[in-house]
């Protein structure tokens, strides 16, 4: 990085980078530079309902296996959602009361289906993997042991249901995986995607072959990420340096409000608009 010699014959100092961090430089520039250079921090858009039931849910389920075994109940996960849930980003109270039952039922279903003693060898636990330039760090939902291997856990609230392209692909269950290996020192090669409304769990298993295509693409972008901050340190035109992608993704993106070109480039989204009102309907 700009600023920080490196003598000859140093190691060189490894890029420090999440899953959320690398796909945001990959989605756009812009957006990477605003999260993470740019400071004061631009002021971002408005929270998304969506964003707001993944979050309970999600920490539900974490607080749910905290919970004493014998307290392990379809009944206790709800009575924890709704002590988490929030209205936040839903377009009434009506709305938001009829996800909050939704997102309960989900959790019902979900939680019915587990053997309460089978304890997770982690929740929402941080990992981390070194590779040759990259210093990798990563939170995981939940770490089953299955055997003699772990397995990594995503739990999934969105309308699709999750498949093994999502699995196989995704950049963040990768770094996971190395994260379990590195940190764990346990063998582990399944991820696992656990759509939670359509009940459908969806699975991959890595190979040394396939984790290293992940790790090459994420060299290749904090590659780019060092070489567009040390552009701009070097007195770059920070829109040359970090240039916008454009396109519909800019309906939703959190700095929209500081973004002239994706202000331009799609009209903004009402901020329950992801949720499947029609796909879903209320009971």
């Given at each position: 990085m700009s600023g920080q010699l490196e003598m000859p014959g140093m190691p060189r100092r490894l890029f420090s980078a999440t899953p959320s961090?690398?796909?945001?430089?990959?989605?756009?520039?812009?957006?990477?530079?605003?999260?993470?250079?740019?400071?004061?921090?631009?002021?971002?858009?408005?929270?998304?309902?969506?964003?707001?039931?993944?979050?309970?849910?999600?920490?539900?389920?974490?607080?749910?296996?905290?919970?004493?075994?014998?307290?392990?109940?379809?009944?206790?996960?709800?009575?924890?959602?709704?002590?988490?849930?929030?209205?936040?980003?839903?377009?009434?109270?009506?709305?938001?009361?009829?996800?909050?039952s939704r997102a309960a039922g989900w959790l019902t279903d979900y939680v019915g289906e587990l053997d309460p003693a089978e304890e997770p060898v982690g929740t929402e636990r941080t990992v981390g993997a070194t590779t040759e330039r990259l210093a990798l760090s990563g939170r995981i939902d939940r770490i089953?042991?299955?055997?003699?291997?772990?397995?990594?856990?995503?739990?999934?609230?969105?309308?699709?249901?999750?498949?093994?392209?999502?699995?196989?692909?995704?950049?963040?269950?990768?770094?996971?995986?190395?994260?379990?290996?590195?940190?764990l020192r346990r063998a582990c090669s399944r991820v696992e995607l656990h759509h939670l409304p359509s009940r459908t769990v969806a699975v991959f298993d890595h190979t040394e072959r396939s984790l290293a295509n992940h790790v090459r693409r994420a060299e290749d972008i904090a590659a780019d990420i060092e070489a567009a901050t040390e552009a701009l340190a070097g007195g770059a035109d920070p829109d040359v340096a970090f240039?916008?992608?454009?396109?519909?993704?800019?309906?939703?993106?959190?700095?929209?409000?500081?973004?002239?070109?994706?202000?331009?480039?799609?009209?903004?989204?009402?901020?329950?608009?992801?949720?499947?009102?029609?796909?879903?309907?209320?009971?």
């Open positions: 961090k690398l796909a945001t430089y990959a989605d756009c520039p812009r957006r990477y530079r605003f999260a993470y250079l740019t400071r004061p921090t631009p002021p971002k858009g408005p929270a998304w309902a969506h964003n707001t039931v993944g979050a309970a849910v999600h920490a539900a389920l974490r607080s749910w296996w905290e919970l004493p075994l014998v307290k392990r109940s379809p009944a206790a996960a709800r009575q924890l959602l709704y002590g988490v849930w929030s209205r936040t980003g839903f377009r009434d109270e009506e709305q938001a009361d009829r996800w909050r089953d042991q299955r055997g003699d291997e772990l397995v990594v856990v995503d739990y999934k609230t969105g309308r699709v249901p999750s498949t093994e392209d999502e699995a196989r692909g995704s950049p963040a269950l990768a770094i996971y995986v190395l994260g379990v290996r590195r940190t240039p916008p992608v454009t396109g519909q993704q800019c309906s939703w993106c959190d700095f929209r409000p500081s973004c002239p070109a994706g202000q331009a480039a799609a009209p903004a989204r009402e901020t329950w608009s992801f949720l499947a009102e029609e796909a879903a309907p209320a009971e």
